[in-house]
């Protein structure tokens, strides 16, 4: 026998400024207290967010402080950051591991120039990328590629239910 559950997942909207002013829309579901708590947010440029005109209002500086300033409009801490892009650099560069509890990153390509940042991270992982000839290089490099991408990954749970 099924039985249907009537659920309500809590979501809150707002917009957070960043350092200059720029209003970045974001949106967090489940409550705030839980470790499920998600955020996600526009980035500038995009949707909901302000869309500033000059290159300049898009440095690495500017999306590094609309992530921290979001990660301030609802109270998160070391936040586990995700996207399909390099900005988790951008985060690293001006604000350090301090910033994040770790990073996924979809989609990204962790060869290219622009999506790792941290040199450790490239020397350790970019061989076992590119070499197609070497399948015991390609794994072991993916694992360590994936342990870098958060600061304690020994503490990281492995196990699924």
Known sequence: MDILVNTTIATTERFATSTDGTQIFAKAVGGPA????????????????DKPRTASDYSSQLVADDFIAVAKAFNATKPLFESRRSYASDILQHYGTAALSGIVCTASLPYSSDAISNPDTQSATLPGFVDLSNSTLALSSRIEFTRTLFNEPDRVPTEVP
């Not at 947010?41 to 967010?49: E, I, K, V």
């Open 34 to 49: 839980a470790p499920e708590h998600c955020i996600a947010y526009d980035l500038r440029g995009f949707a909901r967010s």
